[in-house]
């Protein structure tokens, strides 16, 4: 079965330093994986997403992601981190043949200090 | 133009009552979601609508809950004998097609007492 792991509940990272939140997936084929951002108050939005092709995924933001199939993992990245980034990430994966299901992971709250 | 809209953004209910949560989809997106997303969880998918129709309502809990889009645009889900256990953020979301993006509405906040 399908499933999604986010090992890191919190991240706290100071402005200007470099950011990776890590997800590890579990998945039958090729999958189609996504990040997302949740700020409060506002819907999910759609960072970056990896169907094929390059294993490196350009993001909106800066952010970044790298498909590596050999460790099952789709990690995200940046740089450098702006105070504005501090929000809640999620990593999803899907769909599985044959449905329409993406499955999300149980989220990273990023804070960011000034 | 317009993003998806959800409708009310908040709803407090009584156990065991019924409720019905809108959704408004962007203009032409054909695929719609709905998702459940729990304190502290990531969204967890309910119902898939290709059109008028649910391509995918393997993630409905129970036969308590229900969804409908009747002409392709506008979608509801129902929820019936509320419970307190489904008190939740409901999400919504719209595609050009089962594949392409997802555009997230803010979500309606239940509250089942």
């Known amino acids: 079965a399908q499933s999604v792991t986010q090992p890191d509940i919190h991240i706290t990272v100071s402005e200007g330093a470099s950011l990776e939140l890590r997800c590890n997936y579990s998945y039958g084929a090729t999958p189609y994986l996504f990040w997302y951002v949740q700020s409060p108050g506002q819907g999910l939005q759609l960072l970056l997403k990896?169907?094929?092709?390059?294993?490196l995924v350009q993001g909106i933001k800066g952010f970044e992601a790298e498909f590596k199939r050999s460790q099952s993992s789709f990690n995200l990245r940046k740089p450098s981190v702006h105070w504005s980034d501090a929000a809640e990430y999620f990593c999803a994966v899907g769909p599985a043949s044959g449905t329409y299901k993406y499955i999300f992971g149980t989220g990273t709250r990023l804070k960011v200090l000034a | 133009g317009a993003g998806v809209s959800q409708t009310p953004s908040n709803k407090v209910t009584e156990k065991g009552k019924y409720v019905e949560l809108r959704c408004d989809p962007i203009s032409g997106h054909t695929a719609l979601y709905w998702y459940r997303q729990s304190l502290g969880q990531g969204p967890e998918f309910l119902i898939y609508f290709q059109g008028t129709g649910a391509a995918d309502d393997s993630g409905l809990p129970n036969d308590r809950f229900f969804a409908v889009r009747p002409e392709g645009s506008v979608s509801t889900l129902k929820i019936q004998r509320t419970e307190r256990g489904d008190s939740a953020v409901y999400l919504c979301?719209?595609?050009?097609?089962?594949?392409?993006?997802?555009?997230f509405g803010p979500g309606t906040r239940l509250l089942v007492l």
């Open positions: 979301a719209s595609s050009l097609s089962g594949l392409e993006t997802q555009y």
């Open positions: 990896y169907f094929s092709g390059d294993t």
